[in-house]
């Protein structure tokens, strides 16, 4: 019995293995780059939008920001360029500073957590926060942005500065829930520890960085001048 | 023996319930059960699938006689990948928030091994026509079966539909629908009734087969 002829397979040519490859990277490539340019103002819009109302959510007597940055003194300067964390100073209807919004960010349970807070210069606190980015568990850890005892902390959360206006007179830590004394702390959440003790750890650290510059600086900026004028 | 002939309506309709991608060939399981936590990131990640998969399709079709055999893996992956990226900014584009609430599970349908599953087993291998309605008929099928786990998770995970509140205030809700464990529970819930209603169907198809057996005989 013979043995069956092998079957000759014909080979591909590495050139329209080139061609393929390459056309196709370059199909590609065209295609992203033409849907970037055709959604990238669109893309900045959406995301300028979702600031602004976050920042008018969390500061609702602003009615007009500046963006302001710290530089390499740690003085509060106008910002020239958006920043990946930015702050914002809010005046009020008569031009005058109403307070301070800050976005801060730190590790939660699950990533980053990215969160925006105002600062009232009245009161030496924050009194409105916002979680802008978060990848905390659903029905857990994302009861930091919904239940009603753990926003009721940014009523007045005490962030008054020592002596000096250098620091924070009193750390913000969270505390377990039901157990705050002090109006520095945070009545944390049972069930979402990790992530409430986070935002307290985060509270803390963007308090350290921005408050003693805008205590000292912020009173020296003026509002926006309106297009009109 | 002559090969059957699919009819366009039968290859849109497979993916519907006969082949449906997440019920019966359980494909594409980590977007199905990871976003599936409502109704309407479920419909978000279904419709930006089957778009993906519609592309793809269609690019695969039109390309299959241009693409060597050696090199197709790597060409399917650059096109799908490349209308992920679209969608991505289409997304961001339409709603940051919704974009937000998708979180990393966009950039993660390039991976989805129903898109390249499809390219692979059909679009490489039909004319753009049939590529199109075997993807449209998958999209639509991956989308409904998304929509009916979001659906089952939202309302008893959190007690509402499309964010409206469904039950009095002292409704208990259960927690563990929309973490990640609840993913499981509904497509094991979902399964069960697909199953049962298949089973019904086959029985009534032996049933109706020996009555023609006994009839002929």
Known sequence: MNAPAPVEQKRTSAWSMYRSIVGIGAFCALLIVTVYNATAERIADNKARFLSNAVAEVLPASRSTIEVNLDADGNLVAASEPANLPAFLGFGDDGELVGAVITAQGMGYADNITVLYSYSFDLDAIVGFKVLESKETPGLGDKVEIEPHFLANFDALDAR??????????????????????????????????????????????????????????RAFQPPQSIEE | ???????????????LWRDNPVFIQVLGMCPALAVSNTAINALAMGLATSFVLLMAGLSVSLLRNFIPREARIVSYICIIATFVTC???????????????????????????????????????HNPGRAMLDALGMGVGFTVALFFIG???????????????????????????????????????????????RQREADARKRANERAGEVAS
Request: glycine letters at 10%; one cysteine or more.
């Open chain 1, 161 to 218: 500065l020592n002596t000096d206006g250098t620091a924070l007179a009193n750390a913000i830590v969270t505390v377990k829930e039901g157990e705050k004394t002090q109006p520095w702390q945070l009545d944390g959440i049972t069930g979402a520890t990790i992530t409430s003790d986070a935002i307290g750890a985060i509270l803390n650290q963007g308090s350290s960085l921005w408050l003693p510059a805008l205590e000292r600086d912020a």
């Open chain 2, 1 to 15: 023996m002559a090969l059957k002939q699919v009819s366009p309506t039968d290859e849109f309709i497979k993916g």
């Open chain 2, 87 to 125: 969608v991505d900014y289409a997304i961001m584009a339409i709603s940051i928030e919704l974009h937000r609430a998708l979180g990393a599970f966009i950039a993660l349908i390039v991976v989805n091994c129903l898109i390249l599953g499809r390219a692979e087993a059909f679009a490489s291998k």
């Open chain 2, 151 to 197: 659906v089952l998770r939202e309302i008893l995970g959190s007690g509402t539909l499309f964010g409206v509140d469904l039950f009095p205030d002292g409704f208990q809700t259960w927690t563990v629908m929309v973490l990640p464990s609840g993913g499981f529970f509904a497509m094991a819930m979902w399964l069960l009734v697909v199953n049962w209603i």
